[in-house]
């Protein structure tokens, strides 16, 4: 029997939600040099759950960065409102962290001193900073490496202290730009098995931008999928796999058939629109 892509499953109205995201009526509009108006995307609602996984799958173009940058309060909201956890987005909030594709790490500073450097910035002592630091790096298994500089490190070693460094400040949310995308396949793989590790320890509310449909059914609770030309979402889909999840679950016959149609409807919205 074939899997249905299409699972909406939003809390209910009576479901308490001081812990979620909601998205509500939102849209963003660019202006070219000429004054000409693209709509990226309008009318997004979505509630991300405490405690959730949840990826935002698309083709390019589709805004999914741009929706995450609005959740960090790094990109400002046209129409509609987001809250984090009752807390209106106008700006960056504390309960967030965001880890990017490209590391972005002090090259003249150590790995100890990178993964601190959120906590310096808001005041921590010093024993508190190298405290922590300590702790996040045994965490992604680099102990050993503390005294080392970027550029000493492989680019998984040093995605890991991107990682670290967004876990320091103790955020509630972890906000992911398609983190893995720089790294080669092996490095990619390991790195996903130990994301998918560290969330299992720490339940943190994760929203991930990928352009992979393997590494979404891999990592995720739902997959929302967003569409272009309209922009917005197209379906919302519940990977059933059971957790905690491993490189073997992509043997899952289920995976493949999945994998499947999510592409189908990527290459769809191609063909829509005639970017093929």
Avoid at 34 to 60: I, K, M
Avoid at 108 to 125: E, H, M, Q, Y
């Amino acid at each position: 029997m074939a899997t249905s892509l299409s699972d909406r499953n939003t809390p209910s109205a009576v479901e308490d939600r001081s812990g979620t995201i909601e998205i509500a009526g939102v849209r963003k509009t660019y202006y070219d040099r000429t004054g000409a108006e693209n709509t990226v995307f309008s009318d997004v609602d979505l509630t991300v759950r405490p405690g959730e996984f949840l990826s935002l799958l698309g083709p390019s173009g589709c805004g999914k960065t741009t929706l995450l940058k609005m959740i960090a309060g790094l990109t400002p909201i046209d129409e509609g409102t987001i809250t984090v956890r009752d807390k209106l987005v106008d700006g960056p909030l504390a309960e967030c962290s965001v880890v990017f594709q490209s590391f972005a790490l002090l090259p003249w500073s150590t790995v100890i001193k990178n993964v601190a450097f959120g906590l310096r910035l808001r005041g921590a002592s010093r024993n508190e900073r190298e405290g922590r630091a300590k702790e996040l790096i045994d965490l992604v298994g680099l102990t050993g490496s503390e005294n080392k500089y970027p550029a000493q490190l492989s680019g998984g070693m040093q995605q890991r202290v991107g990682l670290a460094r967004a876990l320091a400040v103790n955020p509630s949310v972890l906000l992911m730009d398609e983190p893995f995308s720089a790294l080669d396949e092996q490095t990619r793989g390991f790195m996903q098995e130990e994301l998918l590790s560290l969330w299992e320890r720490t339940k943190l509310q994760v929203v991930f931008v990928t352009h992979s449909i393997e590494e979404a059914l891999l990592l995720s609770d739902r997959i929302v999928v967003l569409g272009i030309h309209p922009g917005g979402i197209r379906e919302v889909v519940t990977p059933p796999f059971p957790r905690p999840r491993t490189r073997n679950t992509v043997r899952d016959p289920e995976f493949g058939e999945l994998s499947t149609q999510l592409w189908e409807m990527l290459r769809s919205m191609k063909e829509e629109d005639g970017s093929t």
